[in-house]
């Protein structure tokens, strides 16, 4: 698939089929989220992956996102910031979270491009989710992917218009400034 269209494709989906998802897509998607970027180079990503539908309504309850059960599989993106804050102290926080980011949004791509459906769900209670899975206690839950296949049509959400999400130079400024003013001759700068 072309990358513009794998973005255009990709949404957010609540429902899914009960057909089982190939383990090996999920690999590959995770695979790919694993090509960078990292801080310094080091990933700090692990991927835990859940089938057990037990365990997926455990999750979808923790959730408050009870929907989520019908997801044939999760993966349950953890990180480790200890070495990055080792490096750089709290900002390896930061740099966690920032990598973390890029490497869901990774997932979530491949995962369209291999013609599965997912949603990115950030809200949970970390602490009942760490017990189920025995997650150590220094690691963080970074995001829970429900992934299987769309269950009917859900319509794509309109995005904002980029002049809605961009500005120019300083904050709030919505127009692109002239670098160059268009009176000047650039090439009788030399003279």
């Known amino acids: 698939m072309e990358f513009d ?3 255009e494709k ?9 057909k089982k998802v190939d383990w090996r897509y999920i690999m590959e998607a995770v695979d790919s989220a694993c090509q960078g970027p990292f801080s310094d180079n080091r990933n700090n990503l692990k991927f ?5 539908p037990d365990k997926i309504n455990k999750i979808a309850e923790f959730a ?7 997801a044939p599989v999760l993966v349950i993106v953890c990180s480790d910031d200890s070495n990055l804050e080792n490096m750089h102290g709290e900002r390896g926080r930061v740099y966690s979270r920032q990598q973390a980011g890029a490497a869901i949004q990774t997932l979530i791509l491949k995962l369209t491009d291999l013609g599965l459906s997912s949603c990115w769900i ?4 970390d602490e009942l989710i760490k017990q189920l899975l025995k997650i150590p206690s220094n690691i963080q839950l970074e995001a829970i992917v429900p992934i299987g296949y769309e269950s009917g049509k859900q319509k794509k ?4 218009d980029l002049e809605n ?12 400034p002239s670098l160059v003013s268009e009176d000047i001759d650039i090439y ?3 003279n």
Not at 64 to 70: G, T
Request: charged share 30%; hydrophobic share 30%; glycine share 2%.
């Open 64 to 70: 408050n996102q009870l929907w989520i059960n019908e």
């Open 5 to 7: 269209s794998v973005i």
């Open 48 to 52: 835990l992956i859940i089938e057990e």
């Open 157 to 160: 959400k309109k995005k904002k």
């Open 10 to 18: 990709r949404k957010s989906v609540h429902s899914f089929k009960s």
């Open 165 to 176: 999400v961009m500005f120019w130079e300083e904050w709030s400024s919505t127009k692109r």
């Open 122 to 125: 950030g809200s949970y209670t």
């Open 188 to 190: 009788s700068r030399n």
